[in-house]
């Protein structure tokens, strides 16, 4: 069974710019997940989808992202424009559904902001 | 109250030890608690699980001890080796809200061989 696909790996920007970040769950899974990791921290929730629908965003600085999940499988991440506190570790993780505990990781996508 | 206080930072230990790290939560709405492993460069991965009915939870080298009343849990390592060296992160969960994970901030583990 294939995992958590993100891309891409690895992104350098510079303040103000936009940026996007892709993610593919587990196939089948309802769920999906965002959330962003500062170096030296625990992930924080940044969002969470159920097939096409948004179950919480209240931890997502709305001002400046966004996300997407069209088709209730695949998903994006925007960043527009990006700060230099945006530097993070950004990571997609899916469960079956929301009434499942288990949740999976992708590899996640490194953000750096100059 | 979403909290997850998590220590120590970092834990050295040598191979073969025990290594052993703490959790403690306030929101006792809060029925599932996992613990992930991160290595470097790589997404958190579930390395066991426990609900609040249970006192203690064996995998292997890992165990879960769950303690309701002071609303805390930890992780222990048996015969801890080199290949264990990562960052665990003790989680907490609630499905009233999702099942999304609220976590800790994480423990950096070496072990020396």
């Known amino acids: 069974e294939a995992g958590v696909a993100q891309s891409p790996r690895y992104k350098i920007i510079e303040k103000r710019q936009s940026v996007a970040f892709w993610c593919n769950p587990i196939?089948?899974?309802?769920?999906l997940y965002w959330y962003q990791q500062i170096l030296g921290q625990g992930p924080k929730l940044l969002i969470q989808?159920?097939?096409?629908?948004?179950?919480?965003d209240s931890q997502l600085p709305k001002d400046r992202f966004s996300a997407e999940r069209l088709k209730g499988v695949d998903s994006t991440l925007k960043i527009q424009p990006a700060k230099l506190e945006d530097s993070a570790v950004y990571l997609c993780?899916?469960?079956?559904?929301?009434?499942?505990?288990?949740?999976?990781f992708g590899p996640g996508t490194r953000l750096t902001v100059t | 109250q979403q909290q997850v206080k998590q220590s120590p930072q970092s834990l050295i230990v040598q191979k073969g030890g025990i290594s052993i790290i703490n959790c403690a939560y306030e929101?006792?709405?809060?029925?599932?608690f996992p613990w992930y492993q991160q290595f470097p460069g790589k997404g958190p991965a579930l390395l066991i699980a426990?609900?609040?009915?249970?006192s203690e939870k064996k995998e292997g080298r890992f165990t879960i001890s769950f303690n309701k009343s002071a609303k805390q849990f930890s992780l222990h390592i048996m015969d801890s080796q080199p290949g264990d060296s990562a960052t665990y992160f003790c989680?907490?969960?609630?499905?009233?809200?999702?099942?999304?994970?609220?976590f800790g901030e994480g423990t950096q583990l070496t072990v020396n061989p």
């Open positions: 993780a899916s469960s079956l559904s929301t009434g499942f505990y288990e949740q999976y």
């Open positions: 196939s089948g899974h309802a769920t």
């Open positions: 989808f159920q097939n096409n629908g948004v179950v919480d």
């Open positions: 929101n006792t709405a809060f029925d599932y």
């Open positions: 426990i609900r609040p009915d249970v």
């Open positions: 989680a907490a969960s609630m499905k009233s809200s999702g099942s999304r994970l609220t």
